[in-house]
């Protein structure tokens, strides 16, 4: 059974740093790329990086350029996403979700996990 499952959803201060979390299970992630998408309320799921499993190729959104980090851990087939820098308009739902092409676009993943929330407010 395919799973996604993220962690480290937080409620934090603006300026300061998350590290969310991305298990994958019940697949082979080789072939795979493994992205963070976001959702904040009334606004529509945006792209926020990816990472290519086998050849470790990097994808971001502008808005996060400089400020987050997506890496890997192929000994435990988890995604972690760095985030440095938080704003309030970094507040959503972050959910990572799987693909077996390079691609930015939430239509083009297959699988998703149920997401965890980061609140960013002073």
């Known amino acids: 059974q395919v799973q996604l499952l993220e962690s480290g959803g937080a409620l934090v201060q603006p300026g300061d740093s998350l590290r969310l979390s991305c298990a994958a299970s019940g697949f082979t992630v080789d072939s795979h790329t493994i992205g963070w998408f976001r959702q904040a309320p009334g606004k529509e799921r945006e792209f926020v990086a990816a990472?290519?499993?086998?050849?470790?190729?990097?994808f971001y959104a502008d808005s996060v350029k400089g400020r987050f980090t997506i890496s890997k851990d192929n000994d435990n087939d988890t995604v972690y996403l760095q985030m440095d820098g938080l704003k309030p308009a970094d507040t959503a739902v972050y959910y990572c979700?799987?693909?077996?092409?390079?691609?930015?676009?939430?239509?083009?993943?297959?699988?998703w996990g149920q997401g965890t929330q980061v609140t960013v407010s002073s």
């Open positions: 990472i290519g499993w086998s050849d470790s190729r990097t």
């Open positions: 979700a799987s693909t077996t092409v390079a691609s930015t676009r939430s239509n083009e993943y297959d699988y």
